[in-house]
């Protein structure tokens, strides 16, 4: 079976400060990848998607950048982290089969920016 | 407009009760049709899945769809404190459509 982690849990960091978040996928091959941000009241936030190695699509200009280095691997990356960043970042999968392109999702880090 | 519209609560009932949930979206083009479950500070998890209107039952959920009114549901029957937590609909055109969300219905089931 499919499982997809994320890390850390957590994150407290300092405005100015960079980040870096991971996302791996098991148990499946050539996976879309999907990093989204929600926000309190305001529904999920499409950030970046991935269709393949090296292949990243940006939702919404802003000061984040996402990698896919390897197959199973996506990376959410800040060079100055901004108050704004704050939120419960998520990263999901879903094959490339078609259908409904129904989407998994990871247990999340939640991120503080102080 | 927006493509989804979803009440965002929160809807409090009493345990045992039935509950529907909904959605209503603008784009016809729209196909697929998801419920995900949220438990608080965790990631959505897909519940229901269906394709064009009709009608899908797992256990104590029912998703439903009338395309024609452009009208998503679902209902939960014999609602548990369990089932306290936030339920988003999700629709897509079909293949790699980006899917839209809904906002999220926080659900209280009160013992």
């Known amino acids: 079976s499919q499982t997809i982690h994320q890390w850390p849990a957590t994150l407290v960091q300092p405005v100015g400060s960079p980040l870096s978040l991971e996302c791996t996928v098991e148990?499946?091959?050539?996976?879309?990848l999907y990093w989204y941000r929600q926000a309190a009241g305001r529904g999920l936030q499409l950030l970046f998607y991935?269709?393949?190695?090296?292949?990243i699509s940006s939702e919404v200009p802003q000061n984040l950048s996402a990698s896919r280095p390897q197959d199973r691997q996506f990376i959410l990356s800040s060079k100055k982290l901004l108050l704004s960043d704050s939120g419960f970042y998520l990263c999901?999968?879903?094959?490339?089969?078609?259908?409904?392109?129904?989407?998994?999702f990871g247990p999340g880090t939640r991120l503080t920016v102080l | 407009q927006k493509e989804v519209e979803q009440d965002p609560g929160p809807l409090s009932v009493p345990e045992g009760a039935i509950v529907s949930l909904n959605c209503t979206y603008s784009n016809s083009a729209f196909q697929y049709f998801m419920w995900y479950r949220q438990y608080s500070r965790k990631g959505p998890e897909l519940l229901m899945y269906t394709y064009s209107s009709g009608n899908k039952e797992d256990g104590r959920f029912t998703a439903q769809v009338d395309k024609s009114s452009k009208y998503i549901s679902l209902f939960i029957r014999d609602s548990q404190p369990s089932d306290s937590a936030t339920y988003l609909c999700?629709?897509?055109?079909?293949?790699?459509?980006?899917?839209?969300f809904g906002i999220g219905t926080k659900l209280q089931v009160i013992p």
């Open positions: 148990g499946t091959s050539n996976p879309n």
């Open positions: 999901a999968w879903s094959t490339t089969s078609g259908g409904g392109n129904e989407q998994f």
């Open positions: 991935s269709v393949g190695i090296g292949q």
């Open positions: 999700a629709l897509n055109a079909g293949g790699y459509q980006k899917v839209t």
